[in-house]
């Protein structure tokens, strides 16, 4: 099926398989880049291929990161 976009996340692990960086690729990008709240939205609606850990691993790893940057941005 083509015409869909989809966002594929792809974790990066250390050596005892938890996640330390979730890297996004959105087709009209030419390259994968390092999740930032500041600059990507994670949407759970669309269709998303997700690599490297189970998905959800990488959600949560997602929600812990958006956390930390709320909190930052409110003290």
Not at 15 to 43: C, G, N, Y
Not at 46 to 53: L, P, S
Not at 55 to 63: N, V, Y
Request: hydrophobic content about 35%; charged content about 30%.
């Amino acid at each position: 099926m083509h015409g869909c976009p989809m966002t594929q996340y792809i974790a990066e692990l250390d050596e005892t398989q938890q996640v330390v960086a979730v890297w996004i690729k959105e087709d009209t990008a030419r390259a994968p880049r390092v999740f930032d709240p500041k600059k990507h939205i994670f949407d759970t609606t669309n269709a998303a291929e997700f690599c490297g850990a189970p998905k959800e691993k990488i959600e949560t790893w997602i929600s812990c990161l958006q956390a930390d940057d709320s909190d930052r941005v409110s003290r």
